[in-house]
Structures are given as structure tokens and as C-alpha cells.
């Protein structure tokens, strides 16, 4: 019974990080594919830049509430099962097929996104107490370099000290470093391509305004 209940968890956490929130909002408002627009990402920044501020914001929030709802589905479904010594782990793992859902979604062809805004949830999930840090530091981070997608980004890192400092758990620090690399090396060549547009590194992470885009 208990294997079957992960099954379900992990399955359940897929359909969840596959859900498209991207796609319906950006063809809802304008008739579009996000996929065929701006960066060609079907995430919540291409919907900012591409349909509007507000509408980024709701599949902004789609996505964090994503990466959220996979993790609780495995904690209040399977429960707190100590399996390689750790209670998290089904919960680790649900974290992880929600970026692979949402990666490669199922009811887009398996074309998706990075992942980064699911990733926030599950983080927010399992660490609520440093839920403010992060946001005071995304906050700083967005003032000085004014890019959005690298301010989460390296926001991601507080989190490992989140995990460490408030949390005390070694565990924490390695998910952490563990799923924020699935994002983070599907941006990769978003970066690269950044770079050949801007014409230096500087201009890729420091940007003039936060509407400056490459």
C-alpha cells in the first residue's frame, strides 16, 4: 500500500509541474504561443515581458504554487517516511518530478520551461521561515543589477543558508543546491544567448532598467 501511495505521489507531483500555466494565460489574453514569443520560454518573465506585468504575476504565482502543491501532495500522502535515514525524502522527490513536469509537460509535447518558479515554491514549502529572507534579498538583488531572472536566480543560494543557519539541516543545503541546478543548467544557453546579443557578461547581469531586456 505504501509504494503504491508514492506511485500516486510522484505521479500526481508530474501533472501538477506539468500544468501550463504560461501557455493558457499568454493565449487566453493575447492568442498567442509563449513558445513562439520573446525568449520562447513557456515561463512567468517571457509572459511579463510579452503579455503584461500582471498577467507574469498570476502564472508567477501558478508556478510557486506548483512547486508548493507537488511537495505537500507527497507529505500528506505518504507521510513522514524514513527511508535513507530521512524524513523528507518522498518529499524531495515529489520537489523533483514537479521541475521535470514542468520542464517537460506532458500536455505541451513535453516542451516547457526552466523550472525556476517551481523551485521557489518547493524551497518556500519545505523552509517557510526563510521565506522573508529570500524576498528581502530578491528585493536587493533586483535593485542592483535590475534583471529579474538573474536576481531569483542567485536568490536561489540563500536557501542553502536558509537550510543551515534557521533549519540546522545539512540535508536542506544539499536539495537546495540539488534542485535549483535543474533550472540553472536549462539557462545556460538562454545566458549564452544573452551574452552574443548584449556584446559582454556585464550587460547580461547588470541591466540598465528592469525593462531592459537582451
Known sequence: MQIFLVIVAMFCAYLIGSFPSAYIVARLRKGVDIRDVGSRNPGAMNVFYK???????VVLLADIGKGAAGVA???YL???DFWFGTPYIWQYMAGFFVVIGHNFPVFLKFKGGK???????????????GVPIYLGTFLLLLL?????????MIDFFSFGFIG????HSWEFVVFTLFITMLPLLRYIPRLVEMRKSGGSWKRVFYRKNVKDRL
Do not use: E
Not at 503584461?52 to 504575476?57: E, I, S
Not at 523550472?115 to 521561515?129: Q, S, T, V
Open 164 to 167: 543551515w543557519f534557521i533549519n
Open 144 to 152: 542592483l543589477l535590475r534583471s529579474p531572472t538573474i536576481a531569483y
Open 115 to 129: 523550472g525556476g518558479a517551481a523551485c521557489i515554491g518547493i524551497l518556500m514549502f519545505l523552509m517557510p521561515w
Open 51 to 57: 503579455v503584461g506585468f500582471w498577467y507574469g504575476m
Open 73 to 75: 501532495v507527497a507529505k
Open 78 to 80: 505518504v507521510g513522514a
